[in-house]
């Protein structure tokens, strides 16, 4: 019996097919150039953009703060004091340094 090979009846290259397999010593260097590569690329746009940032934070702010309207006082024209209450303010004025 002998035995049949149908990979060569059917015409593959099994050299071809194994280096086409992500294991192949050949899948594994690109795929660790092709990272490199990456790696490379990220960390200079990474590079790139901190520098765009820190440009951004160095330039001094052109726009004056927001002036803010002063509040217009209601004048009292006259306070009313009960007699219990100026009795406590005439104590307290008497009392000087006691408190």
């Known amino acids: 019996m002998t035995e049949v090979s149908w990979a060569k009846e059917l015409g593959i290259d099994m050299g071809k097919l194994y280096a086409e397999s992500p294991m192949s010593g050949q899948s594994i260097r690109q795929e660790r150039k092709i ?11 990474r590079f790139l953009a901190q520098l765009h940032r820190d440009a ?7 726009q004056p703060e927001p002036v803010k309207p002063a509040r217009k006082r209601t ?13 406590i303010a005439l104590r307290s004025l008497d009392a000087k340094d006691s408190v």
């Open 75 to 87: 004048k009292v024209k006259r306070y009313d004091f009960s007699d219990k209450q100026l009795q």
């Open 56 to 62: 951004e934070d160095t330039i001094p702010d052109t």
């Open 35 to 45: 990272s490199k590569r990456a790696a490379d690329y990220w960390a200079h746009e």
